[in-house]
């Protein structure tokens, strides 16, 4: 039952900083976060993988709604 509630859970993020002088590999999550401009907004499913992605750029982004 626990893991039906988890799957249907969201996060929406928006880019609120540059990559620019950033490590490589921050840019490429941010890449596959779905993000690579500015002010952009995505809704992504609320995973362990999702987390951790945004942890790494956790400067980078900032969480709309949960």
Known sequence: ???ENLADKTL???Q???PLR???SQRQTL???GLNK???QRTLKDTPSA?????????LIRIVSE
Do not use: A, P, Q, W
Request: hydrophobic letters at 35%; a positive charge.
């Open 1 to 3: 039952m626990m893991s």
């Open 12 to 14: 929406t993020i928006e």
């Open 16 to 18: 609120i900083r540059s």
């Open 22 to 24: 950033r490590d490589g």
């Open 31 to 33: 890449i596959g976060l």
């Open 38 to 40: 500015m002010r952009r």
């Open 51 to 59: 987390r951790g992605m945004i942890k790494k750029v956790k400067h």
